[in-house]
């Protein structure tokens, strides 16, 4: 993982996490068949670490270039608060979210992977890449993940953000202690 000197920092004050779909989400591959897109493939342990999140008390949002129908369900089973899809130019979806959260800057991380992301990134508070993303991303990121888009990034950099919110030990406390089921741990149904 590359981290920038003042990612710890910028990641204790996270209070909403957005994410890009396709490379960041997923792995990138668009599936298609006669009648369009068929599928993507997420990977679980993401869906844990996003779920870890949420139960943590971090807000979290997908804005996407693309519209799926395959990205609302995904979006419906790990309960994100917002879902935007059809968003190329993604700034006015992130205004938008900013204003219904009543968040700042500041307490938004953002994981990208491409140049469509950099707007967002640019004006984040903790922005984040996956691996394979291009360069121009990486150099914007406080924080690279060691994985891909679609295999753990996700959930490197969310645990990134619980351990820099000492958070993480007790979620571990929690799994070790009773399975999750107390304090309203995770169900596991939800990855």
């Known amino acids: 993982?590359?981290?920038?000197?003042?990612?710890?920092?910028?990641?204790?004050?996270?209070?909403?996490?957005?994410?890009?779909?396709?490379?960041?989400?997923?792995?990138?591959?668009?599936?298609?068949?006669?009648?369009?897109?068929?599928?993507?493939?997420?990977?679980?342990?993401?869906?844990?670490?996003?779920?870890?999140?949420r139960q943590s008390g971090i807000k979290l949002a997908i804005i996407t270039g693309r519209a799926s129908a395959i990205v609302e369900k995904r979006g419906k089973e790990l309960k994100f608060d917002a879902v935007y899809q059809g968003n190329l130019y993604k700034l006015k979806a992130y205004g938008e979210i900013k204003e219904k959260f009543s968040?700042?800057?500041?307490?938004?991380?953002?994981?990208?992977?491409?140049?469509?992301?950099?707007?967002?990134?640019?004006?984040?508070?903790?922005?984040?890449?996956?691996?394979?993303?291009?360069?121009?991303?990486?150099n914007t990121a406080y924080l690279v993940s060691d994985f891909a888009g679609g295999e753990g990034a996700v959930r490197q950099i969310v645990e990134f953000i619980l351990k820099a919110q000492?958070?993480?030990?007790?979620?571990?406390?929690?799994?070790?202690?009773?399975?999750g089921s107390s304090a309203g741990m995770l169900d596991n149904r939800s990855q």
């Open 166 to 179: 000492k958070k993480w030990q007790l979620i571990i406390k929690n799994y070790l202690n009773d399975g």
């Open 103 to 138: 968040l700042n800057d500041d307490q938004i991380a953002y994981i990208g992977d491409d140049i469509v992301d950099l707007p967002i990134m640019t004006k984040v508070g903790f922005p984040s890449a996956v691996a394979d993303a291009v360069p121009e991303v990486k």
């Open 1 to 53: 993982m590359l981290l920038k000197e003042e990612a710890v920092a910028h990641a204790a004050k996270v209070r909403m996490i957005i994410f890009d779909v396709d490379g960041v989400l997923s792995d990138g591959k668009l599936y298609y068949g006669s009648d369009g897109e068929i599928f993507k493939a997420f990977f679980v342990r993401d869906g844990l670490g996003i779920s870890l999140a």
